[in-house]
């Protein structure tokens, strides 16, 4: 057995970051609502 989880922080950026939420409507509305919470964090 190999381990699930392979962090890699180019991986992590392209598929989570902000600029790829940003060109979405969808991940617009995630930073949105991430923005009402009040989270110090918006992504990646």
Not at 15 to 38: C, D, E, P, Y
Request: charged letters at 40%; aromatic letters at 4%.
């Amino acid at each position: 057995m190999s381990q699930t989880y392979k962090p890699k922080k180019r991986k992590r950026a392209t598929t989570h970051g902000f600029l790829v939420r940003s060109k979405s409507k969808t991940g617009k509305a995630v930073l949105l609502r991430r923005r009402r919470k009040g989270r110090k964090k918006l992504s990646v």
